[in-house]
C-alpha cells in the first residue's frame, strides 16, 4: 500500500504544492478573521474532499493515465482503495496543519481545542465521509465532466423546484426547508453531548460510511472500460 | 560466414541460406569446428526471421553439414573426406541432370552437349 | 511449445463493433506481428489482455495463467507500450520512473539509467515538453528496465520518421537475442514487421484472417497479374481478393504454387508483401 500511496503522491505533485499553499492560506485567514471554528469544520468537509478525491481523479482523466496505473502490476480493487487511504491521509493532515496553527500562532487557540475534542474531530469525519460518498463514487464513474455535468444539473433541479414550488403557490420553498433541515441536523450532531453511546455510533457510521463508499467505487471502478 | 539473401529469387529464403553455407562448407572456406553465429544473432543480423534461421541449420544439421551442440551453438560438422567429395559430385550431378533435361526438352543430341560441356570448361580456364 | 499469451473465444461487443470469437496463441520466445486496418481490432486485443476493457466471454492465459485471476502477477512481468502517451504530463521523467518502479520486483535502475541516456532522453524533463519520439522512448524505456518476459506494443512506431524506427527496430531485434523473451507488435507499417516478426496474426473487423510463421505467409501467398478476363477461364484456389483494370487483373491467392500451374505463360506470378494482403483482403470484401 505505501508504494500506492507514494505513487499517487509524486503524480499528483504539482496539485499538492497548491493544496498545501491553499491550506496554509486558508487557516491563516480563519485564524485572522476570527472564523468560528464549527463553520470552519463545515466548510473543510466540503472543500477537502473536493481537492484530495476529486481533483487526482480529474488529473488521471486530463492525462488518461488510468492507462498507466491499470497497467501496472496491480489490480482495480487496490487502486481505490490506495486513492481513499492517500485522500484520507491529505484531508487529516490538513487539519493538523490548522492544529498546529492555533497552537502556534492563535490567541486563543480556539481551532486546537475544537478539533482536538474527539467529538469534533468524528462529526468533522462524519461530515466528510457523507460528502466523500455522493462524491468519490460519482468521480470514478462519470470523471470530472461528469462532475461538472452534475453540478449543471443540480443547477437545474433547483431552478425546477423554485419554479414548481412558486407555481404551486405553496407558502415553504423546498429547497429552503432542505436546507434548513440539513443545517439543522449539523447543529444537533454537533451540539449533541459527547457520550460514550453518541461517539460509538459516530465512529460506527464513519466505518460503515467509508467502507460503502470504498466498495461502491471499486465495483464501479472494475466496471469501466478503458 | 558470408551470406547473403535475396528477396526477390524463388528460393525461399532458408534454403539460400543453407545453400550458402553448405557450398562454404564444401569449398573449405568454413573448416570443420568452425562456429556458426546463434540462429537468433543471425536472424538479427539478416534481418529475418528466427523461424527461418532455425529450419536452415535444422536442414544442414540433418544432412550433416553442422553439429547441434546444446547450449554451446552450432558448429560445422567434422566433414569425412569420402563423404565430402561424395557430396561435391553429387551437387555436380544435380546441376548436369539439369542440363540434361533441359537438352532433351530441346532436343539437343547428346553428342552437341559434350561439346558445349568440353567448351564451357575450356572457357573457365 | 511454449505459448506466452493463448487467446480462446475472445468475444468483445462494442457499439459499432465486436470483436468476433477470437482465437490465437502467441509462442513464447518469438515475435507476433498484429496487423490489419485502422479498426480492425488491433488496440482492442492489447487492451483485452491487459484488462484495460473487460472481455464479453472467452479466454486469455498469459504465461499458462489466467490474466484476470493472476492478474497483478502477471503484469509484474509485462513491459507495455501504447499508441497514445499515458503519464502525466507535468511530472518529470525520473519521477515517473521513480513511482512505478516498486511495482516491479525486477526493476534494474541502473539498466534504466542506462537506456535513458542510450535513447537520449532528460532525466529531468516533464513529460510534456518531449516529442512524440521521445515519449514513445521514454514509454519503451521504461517497459525494458524491468526484465519483462513479454513485451506488448501497440503501434509503437506509427508516427515516427523512417531513422528513429529503424532505431527502434534495432532495439527490439537486440532484445529478442534473449529467446525466453516474447514480443506482440502490433502496426500497420508492414514493412518493418517483415524484418523482425516471426510470425503474423492479420486481423480485419474484429476477425482473425489467419495467423500463421511469416515465412510461410511469404512463402505461399502470391499475386497473379494476368490478362483481365482470366478469372472467367481459369478457377484460381486461394482467391483472396482482386484488382481489375482496364488493362488486366491482379489476384491475391494463399496458394501462389497451385495457382502458378494453372497460369498461362504470360501471367507473371509475384511474391505478396504483407502491404498487398492487407490491401487486397480490404479490397477484397468488395468483391465478395
Known amino acids: 500500500m505505501l508504494k500506492h500511496i507514494r505513487r499517487e503522491l509524486i503524480f499528483n505533485q504539482t496539485q499538492l504544492y497548491i493544496f498545501a499553499g491553499y491550506i496554509l492560506v486558508f487557516w491563516i485567514w480563519i485564524v485572522w478573521q476570527n472564523i468560528s471554528p464549527r463553520i470552519s469544520l463545515v466548510f473543510l468537509s466540503f472543500v477537502l474532499p473536493l481537492f484530495c478525491a476529486a481533483s487526482f481523479q480529474a488529473r488521471e482523466e486530463k492525462f488518461k493515465a488510468w492507462t498507466l496505473n491499470c497497467s501496472l502490476p496491480t489490480n482495480r480493487n487496490t487502486l481505490i482503495l490506495a486513492r481513499l487511504i492517500t485522500s484520507w491521509s491529505l484531508m487529516i493532515a490538513a487539519l493538523i496543519v490548522g492544529i498546529l496553527y492555533s497552537a502556534l500562532f492563535q490567541k486563543n487557540h480556539s481551532i486546537l481545542y475544537q478539533f482536538i475534542q474527539l467529538k469534533y474531530f468524528l462529526v468533522f469525519l462524519l461530515f466528510t465521509s457523507l460528502f466523500l460518498v455522493f462524491l468519490f463514487p460519482f468521480v470514478i464513474r462519470f470523471g470530472l465532466s461528469g462532475v461538472l455535468i452534475g453540478l449543471v444539473v443540480l443547477q437545474i433541479l433547483g431552478i425546477i423546484t423554485l419554479v414548481l414550488t412558486r407555481a404551486s403557490g405553496s407558502k415553504g420553498n423546498f429547497l429552503h426547508t432542505m436546507i434548513d433541515s440539513i443545517i439543522n441536523f449539523m447543529k444537533f450532531l454537533l451540539n449533541h453531548p459527547s457520550t460514550f453511546f453518541y461517539v460509538t455510533v459516530l465512529i460506527f457510521s464513519v466505518a460503515v460510511l467509508n467502507i460503502f463508499t470504498l466498495k461502491f467505487s471499486q465495483f464501479l471502478f472494475a466496471r469501466r472500460d478503458f | 560466414m558470408k551470406i547473403i539473401i535475396s528477396n526477390a529469387s524463388q528460393k525461399p529464403i532458408y534454403t539460400q541460406i543453407s545453400e550458402q553455407i553448405k557450398n562454404q562448407i564444401i569449398s573449405g572456406d568454413l573448416d570443420q569446428g568452425d562456429p556458426l553465429p546463434s540462429i537468433r544473432k543471425l536472424a538479427q543480423e539478416l534481418q529475418i526471421s528466427v523461424i527461418t534461421t532455425k529450419r536452415a541449420y535444422e536442414e544442414l544439421d540433418k544432412e550433416g553439414f553442422i553439429d547441434t551442440v546444446g547450449g554451446k551453438g552450432c558448429f560445422v560438422a567434422m566433414q569425412n573426406k569420402e563423404l565430402l567429395r561424395e557430396k561435391k559430385m553429387k551437387m555436380v550431378e544435380d546441376k548436369m541432370l539439369e542440363a540434361v533435361s533441359e537438352a532433351k526438352l530441346l532436343g539437343i543430341e547428346l553428342k552437341e552437349l559434350k561439346e558445349m560441356l568440353t567448351l564451357l570448361y575450356k572457357e573457365e580456364e | ?288
Open chain 3, 1 to 288: 511449445m511454449e505459448h506466452a499469451v493463448q487467446i480462446e473465444n475472445l468475444r468483445k461487443e462494442f457499439k459499432g463493433f465486436t470483436l468476433k470469437d477470437v482465437s490465437f496463441n502467441i509462442p513464447k520466445g518469438y515475435v507476433m506481428g498484429l496487423i490489419g486496418p485502422n479498426g480492425a481490432g488491433k488496440t482492442t486485443l492489447i487492451k483485452l489482455i491487459m484488462n484495460l476493457i473487460r472481455k464479453n466471454s472467452g479466454q486469455i492465459r498469459v504465461f499458462g495463467k489466467d490474466h484476470i485471476q493472476h492478474e497483478s502477477e502477471i503484469k509484474s512481468r509485462i513491459g507495455f507500450v501504447y499508441d497514445i502517451p499515458h503519464f502525466y504530463e507535468d511530472i518529470k521523467l525520473k519521477s515517473t520512473a521513480s513511482a512505478i518502479a516498486p511495482f516491479y520486483p525486477k526493476w534494474d535502475q541502473d539498466l534504466f539509467l542506462k537506456l535513458m541516456n542510450e535513447f537520449s532522453l532528460p532525466l529531468d524533463k516533464k513529460f510534456k515538453k518531449l516529442s512524440h519520439g521521445m515519449k514513445m522512448k521514454f514509454s519503451l524505456c521504461l517497459a525494458l528496465s524491468h526484465d519483462a518476459d513479454l513485451i506488448l506494443m501497440d503501434e509503437p512506431t506509427s508516427g515516427l520518421d523512417p531513422v528513429f524506427r529503424q532505431e527502434l527496430l534495432e532495439k527490439m531485434s537486440q532484445i529478442m537475442l534473449d529467446e525466453e523473451k516474447t514480443m506482440l507488435f502490433s502496426t500497420h507499417i508492414t514493412s518493418d514487421l517483415e524484418r523482425i516478426a516471426d510470425y503474423i496474426t492479420l486481423i480485419h473487423n474484429g476477425e482473425i484472417i489467419f495467423s500463421s510463421p511469416l515465412d510461410n505467409i511469404l512463402q505461399n501467398w502470391g499475386i497473379v497479374k494476368s490478362e483481365k478476363d482470366l478469372l472467367d477461364k481459369t478457377e484460381i484456389p486461394g482467391l483472396v481478393g482482386y484488382e481489375k483494370t482496364n488493362y488486366g487483373i491482379e489476384i491475391l491467392t494463399s496458394d501462389i504454387k497451385t495457382a502458378q500451374t494453372l497460369i498461362s505463360s504470360d501471367s507473371i506470378s509475384e511474391k505478396a508483401t504483407l502491404e498487398d494482403i492487407m490491401y487486397f483482403i480490404k479490397k477484397g470484401e468488395t468483391h465478395a
